[in-house]
């Protein structure tokens, strides 16, 4: 039984899409992110696009597709390695070399120097940013092409450089007093590599959700302002632990002027806030924490920080998927542990740790509409396509934009999260 299947069986009458039940291929040529959490979101014009599986890889069942995958992997050596993210789904995690968060995939892609292709079991923005960091000659395939990112859609390029003009015709450009410029650009992990070159030619930083509080001290070190694209709750949650107060973070609204906001709004900031968001955290919500609490007493309630401020604030806890995973394991005692991440991940805990009981908060399953297009098949067939000297879905940044882009990141790797 897939996890998919696992999903579907959990809630027959509460899953988002029963569409979740087929192939991610039923999906590559038609408009949208395919079922899921983004299944509502709008997908860009241009967005990559997956042509056809072949059939032999679609029509496999899962026994057959697992013993290819590995006898491709067993031929190809340590000219290729797998990089899996903590959302993926468990038929694909499990022929992964590494699995971790953005922040710990942005470092095993620059210590893999042996291998001569990098496949990235994740989404599109993690592959690009692979491709940055890897070494030359070195390439970066994505399985599924359509995997994309409904958050990094949310702020594209042109709407990010007319919102800068509007901010330095408004602030200027002369640092104060103490040396700091008036604005400082940080992007989420979750955002283009355009939009992490941006940030590299106007003194900006990438965070992940492991080194949001680190990146902000760095950024605020040397700016009076941020502004924080494209997630505004992990932007908020974030300034707000560090006692940032919520009058002085408003959102920008790319289709407004001034973001829909007064002169005097963004002068007093000190966080300028993207209207962005994930749509898998956005659907936790303060009564899911609350009937947790009722029908669980003494339950251990930790989400994500891209969830909304309110369930945030109303979680005993807040932290990356790595935090969530090691505050699980680190529970000695038998623990009831209630997750606000993606679904994936929670039953992958659950199933790991027995001596907790583990639940998602989100009593409807939902994944992530994009990591759900990464499948065992797509796997299958990039491994034999590699095995057979042919290399389909290569992902390549121009490297004028590389240049840029491996700035920012490079100040992102070096800022060590907390909990490290």
């Known amino acids: 039984m897939t996890s998919i299947d696992v999903l579907i069986r959990s809630a027959p009458d509460e899953a988002c899409s029963t569409d979740l039940a087929k192939g991610p291929w039923e999906f590559d040529v ?40 590995r006898a491709a992997k067993a031929a190809l050596g340590d000219r290729v390695v797998i990089l899996g993210h903590f959302y993926q789904r468990d038929e694909v995690v499990q022929h992964a070399d590494f699995l971790g968060d953005s922040f710990q995939l942005a470092n095993a892609a620059q210590t893999v120097p042996n291998a001569e292709t990098i496949v990235f079991c994740g989404v599109h923005f993690m592959a690009e940013t692979a491709d940055i960091l890897a070494r030359p000659g070195q390439d970066v395939i994505l399985p599924n092409l359509a995997a994309g990112c409904s958050m990094a859609d949310m702020a594209d390029e042109d709407s990010v450089e007319e919102c800068w ?23 989420y992990m979750n955002s283009s590599a355009a939009l992490k070159a941006f940030c590299g030619r106007h003194g900006g930083i990438v965070c992940t959700s492991s080194n949001a509080e680190t990146v902000l001290e760095w950024a605020f070190e040397r700016g009076q302002r941020v502004l924080f694209f494209p997630d505004q709750h992990l932007g908020r949650n974030t300034a707000k632990k560090m006692g940032v107060p919520l009058e002085r973070m408003p959102m920008w609204n790319p289709r407004k002027p001034l973001g829909g906001n007064t002169a005097d709004d963004l002068t007093d900031a000190r966080v300028v806030l993207w209207h962005g968001f994930c749509s898998v955290h956005k659907r936790f919500t303060v009564e899911q924490v609350e009937k947790a609490r009722a029908d669980r007493p003494g339950v251990r309630v930790i989400v994500h920080p891209e969830c909304p401020m ?111």
């Not at 003009?165 to 992007?187: C, H, K, M, N, W």
């Not at 990464?374 to 067939?381: K, Q, R, T």
């Not at 034999?384 to 992902?395: D, F, G, M, T």
Request: glycine fraction near 6%; include cysteine; aromatic fraction near 6%.
């Open 30 to 69: 038609t408009p949208g992110y395919g079922p899921g959490s983004s299944m509502g979101d709008v997908i860009p014009t241009g967005a990559p696009r997956q042509g056809e599986l072949p059939a032999a890889y679609r029509e496999a069942d899962a026994a057959d597709l697992h013993a290819r995958i």
């Open 165 to 187: 003009a509007q901010l330095e015709e408004l602030y200027g450009t002369e640092a104060d007093a103490e040396g700091r410029v008036p604005i400082i650009p940080v992007t």
């Open 310 to 420: 309110p369930v945030v604030d109303a979680a005993d806890e807040a932290g990356s998927t790595d935090y969530i995973r090691k505050a699980v394991a680190a529970a000695i005692e038998p623990t009831t542990f209630a997750i606000g991440t993606e679904i994936n991940m929670v039953n992958r805990l659950a199933a790991e740790y027995p001596q907790h009981e583990i639940f998602c908060l989100d009593p409807v399953v939902c994944p992530c509409s994009t990591m759900y297009r990464i499948h065992p098949g797509y796997l299958a067939w990039v491994l034999e396509e590699l095995v057979a000297e042919r290399k389909p879905n290569v992902i390549r940044v121009p490297e004028r934009v590389a240049a840029d882009a491996r700035v920012a990141l490079d100040r992102m790797l070096a800022a060590k999260p907390k909990d490290a």
